[in-house]
């Protein structure tokens, strides 16, 4: 399964790209050291970047939680937009298809790499909900559940089979 993650990751290359450059930034805010900025290896850490656990509920949070959302709100647009005909090109026929392959190509890549890895999901799930508050627990609880599921789901791939089928939907339709 390993291989076809890898091999995922980088048919994905865009998506992963963002999402490193997301996480850097929140370890960068956060003020946690990052041990190495490779985006591409071949390993269970593809498309992440490798950084010292944060030591609190909030920075834990954040580094999950802020790249799949931005990830999440670039695919959105970028599935949305050609369908509702916000790309102002004046196109028709094969030339607007080629611009709808690309945007969704590009959707596809940063849904797939939205979600943390693993082991900053666990990390996540230590820090708030076992030493943090209860209003903490609350507030995060959302995000959590969808950062933690989604850590699963992109680890067996799964989220880019349902990606990848979804748009295969949208260009057969």
Not at 22 to 37: S, T
Not at 64 to 82: D, E, K, R, S, Y
Not at 143 to 149: A, Q
Request: glycine residues 6%; proline residues 4%.
């Amino acid at each position: 399964m390993n291989i076809l993650y890898v091999i995922t990751r980088f048919i994905t290359f865009p998506g992963a790209l963002v999402r490193a450059m997301w996480e850097h930034l929140v370890c960068k805010i956060c003020g946690v050291p990052v041990e190495d900025n490779r985006t591409f290896r071949n390993n269970e850490m593809c498309s992440h970047i490798e950084h010292e656990l944060m030591p609190h509920a909030q920075g834990a949070f954040a580094v999950c939680f802020v790249p799949a959302f931005m990830n999440g709100l670039l695919a959105l647009f970028l599935v949305w937009a050609p369908m509702l005909g916000l790309f102002a090109f004046e196109m028709t026929g094969a030339a607007s298809k080629i611009v709808n392959i690309v945007a969704y190509w590009f959707a596809v890549s940063l849904y797939v790499n939205s979600y943390p890895s693993i082991e900053d999901a666990l990390n996540m799930k230590e820090k708030v909900y076992k030493h943090g508050n209860t209003f903490q627990k609350i507030i995060y609880s959302p995000g959590f559940l969808g950062c933690y599921v989604g850590a699963y789901l992109e680890k067996y791939l799964i989220t880019f089979v349902a990606a990848a089928g979804g748009i295969v939907y949208l260009l057969v339709k």
